[in-house]
Each structure stands twice: as structure tokens, then as C-alpha cells.
């Protein structure tokens, strides 16, 4: 006799439904036509639910070799497993046992984005927030560069996928495939730019003069009015080309010098609100993981998704200096969300 065929995904439906108004298995057998047998082991399989995994047993470490553990995960920052206890001359333990054992002191981190503040930072920032907190930011020019590459930050393609799709596997290029150095500032709901810094230019302190002479001086500085340059205040980082005695002497000449030009704190990208331009830019041009052959073609998304970003974007990041002061003294002198 021939071996029946087991239960199909409908009959096994009937029969939890027929289970939920009442029946008996051998009502529901006499229903679909099939042994009772195969009915009552379905509905027993299916009451007994998953096993509980069992533990197996750890391979015990000493005491001893438990406080080197302990030593090398702190003075080893993001070291893997492995790296830690071959330091601790610790061998023939699994991986399972390794993350086991290192899962009671330590905690798998990424990496910080930012650095540390220290006592000093923290202290300068403070600082920085009760002197301009009186200030008018709508008379600030916020400047800043931004690099972007051919290929995009590492870890942004992520989205949805249809069933039975594969995931894209993105081109990877070394030096993601070069890159393009961009400045823009933006003041009130005004964007500055996007300038394009010439291909192989390193900015030093008399290159980024020159660049700013030929783009920001000359094509829009120039076109203001006497009162709006008499008040307005620029504002750059810390950038060795940037905070250098040339630079800062250059910039007096054009007339942007002691209050005109902001003094800014160290470590602190995210006082900056132009930060939050160059992320509604990078989030445009690199969507869907868009990719690029070429810098012009990347050059070309950074000036069109620039172009889509209306005033009132831009107004709302220059209104926000407010509260970002506040936020610094509040958390005396830490980082603020961005």
C-alpha cells in the first residue's frame, strides 16, 4: 500500500478552523476525507510548539585570565573577539564562548563620528555661545567646503526590495572613485554658491584666498550694497587655510575683521547649520545609491539638488542659531543634536 500524502497548507487550515468552532479530530478527519490518525498527530505537532534551546556549557576561563580579558577589551577599542583574547595568549576558545564571556564587561559599539570633547572644548564653547548670544543671525554668512565622491558615504543604499530581488552590489572604487570639493555659505534664505574648487588644488592658505577672490568676492560679494557689507559677518571654521595669519590678514584687507569676522570654537561642526545643507544636498544626489561616472556628472547633481533647496529650508537652518546656543549651554559645552 502506498504512502498517503501528507497534509496540504489548505487542509491544514480546515482544520484549525474547524478545531476553533468546536469539532473533534474525528469529525474533522470524516470532513476532509482523511485518516484519523494523520488529523490527531497534526494537532499534537502542532500543541507541543518550538523546543527551548538547550545551553551548551562555556569553556571556563580563570579568574586570572578573566581580569586580562577585561584589560585588553579597554585598552583595545573596537577590537574584535579574537584580536582580544589572542593578546591575553588565550587559545583553543570558540568565537560562541568568546562573545559569551565578553558580552558580562564590554558591549559591541561603532565607532563615534565625532571626537571627544574635553575640558578645554567644552569650556571654549560655552564661551563662544555667551558671546554671540545677543547676535543677529540673520546678518551671519555661514561658510563651509564639502567633498563629495563618485561613489557616496559607505552605508547609505538602503531601501525597499520586491520579493525574490536581489540586492544591486554597488561599485566600489578606490578613494571612491575621486571627488569633488565644493563651498557654499548661506545667510537669512540665501545660498551662497555651490563653487566648485578647481580638480588638484590643494586648499592652503593662499590658494583659498585666491578662491574665494574669484568666486565669492567677485561673484556676489561685489554686487551687495554699502549697508549690507558694513553689517554682515562671516563666519568659517578652523581649517589650518582658514584661521592662518595670511588668511585672517587677506580677509582684514576686504574689510571682514574683528567682529566682522566670527570667531569660532573648536570641534564644533554641529553649531555650524550649513552642516544641515550638506546633508539635504548628499541625501539628493546620492538616493536610490546613485552613483556617478565622472566629477563633472557629480558636480552637475550637487548644483541642481543645491538649486531645489528653496529659502525657506535654508531659513529655517539660520533661524535654528538660537536654540543651538541655548542647547550648548544647557549641556555645558557638549555636542547638541544635529
Given at each position: 500500500m502506498g504512502q498517503k500524502k501528507d497534509l496540504t497548507g489548505p487542509e491544514k487550515s480546515k482544520i484549525v478552523r474547524y478545531l476553533a468552532e468546536g469539532c473533534s479530530s474525528l469529525k474533522i478527519a470524516k470532513l476532509l476525507k482523511r485518516d484519523?490518525?494523520?488529523?490527531?498527530?497534526?494537532?499534537?505537532?502542532?500543541?507541543?510548539?518550538?523546543k527551548k534551546r538547550v545551553e551548551k556549557p562555556r569553556r571556563k576561563i580563570t579568574a586570572h585570565e578573566l581580569r586580562k580579558v577585561k584589560r585588553?577589551?579597554?585598552?583595545?577599542?573596537?577590537?574584535?573577539?579574537?584580536?582580544?583574547?589572542?593578546?591575553?595568549?588565550?587559545?583553543?576558545?570558540?568565537?560562541?564562548?568568546?562573545?559569551?564571556i565578553l558580552r558580562d564587561t564590554a558591549k559591541v559599539?561603532?565607532?563615534?563620528?565625532?571626537?571627544?570633547?574635553?575640558?578645554?572644548?567644552?569650556?571654549?564653547?560655552?564661551?563662544?555661545?555667551k558671546k554671540y548670544l545677543k547676535t543677529e543671525f540673520s546678518k551671519v554668512l555661514w561658510t563651509d567646503e564639502m567633498r563629495v565622491s563618485l561613489d557616496g558615504p559607505d552605508g547609505w543604499a538602503r531601501g525597499w526590495i520586491g520579493k525574490g530581488?536581489?540586492?544591486?552590489?554597488p561599485l566600489r572604487r578606490q578613494q571612491g572613485g575621486g571627488g569633488v570639493l565644493v563651498w557654499a555659505g548661506i545667510i537669512k534664505d540665501e545660498l551662497v554658491g555651490p563653487f566648485?574648487?578647481?580638480?588638484?588644488v590643494k586648499l592652503n592658505s593662499q590658494s583659498y584666498c585666491q578662491f574665494l577672490e574669484d568666486t565669492f568676492f567677485k561673484q556676489w560679494y561685489r554686487k551687495k550694497s554699502v549697508s549690507?557689507?558694513?553689517?554682515?559677518?562671516?563666519?568659517?571654521?578652523?581649517?589650518p587655510s582658514h584661521a592662518s595669519k595670511y588668511s585672517t590678514a587677506w580677509l582684514a584687507r576686504k574689510g571682514i575683521k574683528e567682529e566682522k569676522l566670527m570667531t569660532w570654537p573648536p570641534c564644533s561642526p554641529d553649531l555650524n547649520p550649513i552642516e544641515n545643507l550638506w546633508s539635504i544636498i548628499k541625501c539628493e544626489i546620492y538616493k536610490e545609491a546613485k552613483q556617478y561616472t565622472s566629477l563633472n556628472s557629480v558636480w552637475e547633481a550637487v548644483v541642481a539638488a543645491a538649486r531645489n533647496v528653496d529659502g525657506e529650508q535654508i531659513k529655517t537652518l539660520t533661524e535654528s542659531m538660537d536654540g543651538r546656543?541655548?542647547?550648548?549651554?544647557?549641556?555645558?559645552?557638549?555636542?547638541?543634536g544635529r
Open positions: 484519523h490518525r494523520t488529523i490527531k498527530r497534526f494537532i499534537q505537532n502542532s500543541q507541543q510548539g518550538r585588553a577589551a579597554a585598552k583595545m577599542p573596537l577590537a574584535t573577539s579574537l584580536a582580544i583574547f589572542q593578546c591575553c595568549n588565550i587559545t583553543g576558545v570558540p568565537k560562541s564562548t568568546r562573545c559569551a559599539r561603532k565607532a563615534e563620528r565625532r571626537p571627544p570633547l574635553n575640558k578645554t572644548h567644552k569650556l571654549k564653547r560655552q564661551d563662544w555661545a530581488q536581489r540586492a544591486p552590489v566648485r574648487v578647481e580638480d588638484g549690507f557689507k558694513k553689517n554682515m559677518i562671516f563666519m568659517q571654521d578652523n581649517a546656543l541655548l542647547s550648548v549651554l544647557a549641556k555645558k559645552g557638549g555636542y547638541i
